[in-house]
């Protein structure tokens, strides 16, 4: 009994170990992004006022800042829509750090601007410079940060390893929100803007290169042969011609795979729904019930910190026992539910009762990210990450055209009927098609090809790990 019991806790103490040995290689990225993030949500509490105070001074409803912001998300959608597919097939050539420069270096703009003045004018140059660094970064780092892991992560911990970097997303989103909860509003953008920029630094300087250079195969073949001069041939090609050809592989790729055409809806609808009720949310709670900075602060800390754990210690738990078809399901349930109960939210304790629905639903983002990175081969996971980030970003261009237009209406006195959260139940019945068709996702197919060389080092230092003798 005592030497099953010390073979047990010996097999547990190298499981930890194999775990930490895997996830080190992201341990820079992990840091990089949660700065990122941090500073990035620091500012959305404040922001509402901000908008509301510069654009319709004194007022508690603003059709102006509604339908800016609605403007703001179609153009951001259209454009992240065009531009992250392209950003990842671009990694896929030339390296992940490149490219994660790009909306690293470019989001402190936004941040500036406000941080020097907060008046009229700088608001709208701060809506005008902060959409066009969304077409860089609101599907960019997601995307290229997926495709790093799938670069070194072994397959079967992707989903661990993803969870791991969306929980540090959530460890930074609640840092973020309690120094907006502290910090007086005028200084909220300065900490944001050094904070935003020493992460770029931090990327240029310490992320190592995951793919920019792929050296030889360790056993050379006529498949690696073909990629290689599949690379030169892409690098060589005009950006316009590459952007249609890839329309075309994306209409064939579709056709080839059912699963990734089943993700891509559950993607689209889901997506269509969240866009529909972040849009909209604040400007309803701040109208039907009043709320300003500090209690938007407090609703996404709830959701930060549900957010926190549940992407650091349920995730790992449930994808290991149901696989990530299931919890993919139950995290869109979790959303459509929480969407519908804004909508007809009767007192001013339901929002924070909402909020907490975060601890199944932020689940749907790394599972559809492990999902797509089972799905694709190693020279393809930017491809593949960039094509449903850009799907994603679609849902977003037709989301406000309706959603905001809606949330408007039903705020203003001229509502066809009293329901101030009308939009909101309209975004949670969207996402109910998506949760339809999550319950027919076929299961994940096995790898069809041999890992990448990254992968293989993982491999073998887990080997390693298991051949140590226990303690």
Request: with cysteine; hydrophobic share 50%.
């Amino acid at each position: 009994m005592t030497e099953s019991s010390s073979s047990s806790s010996g097999g547990h103490r190298r499981g930890f170990l194999r775990k930490i040995i895997v996830l080190r290689p992201l341990i820079h990225l992990i840091f990089a992004t949660l700065l990122h993030i941090m500073a990035t949500m620091m500012v959305i509490p404040a922001l509402t006022d901000v908008l509301l105070g510069a654009l319709c001074p004194g007022q508690a409803e603003c059709n102006e800042a509604i339908y800016l912001t609605g403007i703001q998300q179609i153009v951001a959608g259209i454009g992240t829509m065009l531009v992250t597919p392209i950003l990842g097939e671009l990694s896929d050539e030339y390296g992940r750090k490149p490219l994660l420069m790009i909306p690293f270096s470019a989001a402190v703009l936004p941040m500036a601007i406000l941080a020097y003045s907060q008046s009229r004018p700088f608001v709208y140059a701060y809506m005008v410079v902060g959409t066009v660094v969304r077409i860089f970064a609101e599907g960019g780092i997601t995307c290229l940060s997926f495709a790093y892991v799938s670069d070194c992560i072994e397959r079967r911990y992707r989903a661990l390893a993803i969870g791991v970097l969306m929980g540090s997303f959530s460890v930074g989103y609640v840092i973020g929100i309690l120094l907006a909860r502290v910090l007086a509003q005028d200084q909220i953008f300065k900490v944001a803007a050094v904070v935003i920029a020493f992460a770029a630094v931090y990327v240029k300087v310490f992320l190592p290169e995951t793919n920019a250079e792929r050296g030889p195969p360790l056993l050379p073949n006529h498949s690696d042969t073909h990629q290689q001069h599949k690379r030169d041939e892409c690098r060589s090609t005009p950006l316009l011609m590459r952007s249609t050809s890839s329309i075309t592989d994306t209409v064939l790729l579709f056709k080839q795979n059912n699963l990734l055409t089943q993700v891509a809806v559950i993607v689209f609808f889901s997506s269509l729904g969240e866009a529909g009720l972040q849009g909209s949310l604040l400007y309803y709670l701040k109208a039907t019930f009043g709320f300003a900075k500090d209690q938007f602060a407090e609703l996404m800390l709830i959701n930060g910190l549900a957010s926190v754990f549940s992407q650091l210690l349920i995730m790992p738990v449930f994808v290991h026992f149901f696989g990530e078809k299931i919890v993919l399901f139950i995290a869109i349930s979790a959303s459509a539910s929480h969407a519908l109960l804004y909508g007809v939210a009767w007192a001013d304790w339901v929002p924070y009762v909402c909020s907490s629905f975060s601890i199944f639903f932020v689940l749907s983002f790394p599972c559809i990210g492990s999902i797509v990175s089972k799905t694709a081969e190693p020279e393809e996971q930017g491809k593949f990450q960039g094509l449903i980030a850009g799907i994603r970003s679609f849902a977003t261009i037709l989301s406000p055209l309706a959603i905001s237009p809606l949330t408007a209406l039903f705020l203003s006195k001229d509502a066809p009927f009293n329901c101030p959260g009308f939009s909101l139940i309209v975004a949670g019945s969207v996402m109910v098609v998506a949760l339809v068709q999550a319950l027919m996702l076929q299961p994940i197919p096995p790898p069809l090809s041999k890992p990448s060389k990254l992968t293989q080092v993982a491999i073998a230092c887990e080997e390693q790990v298991a051949a140590w003798p226990e303690f």
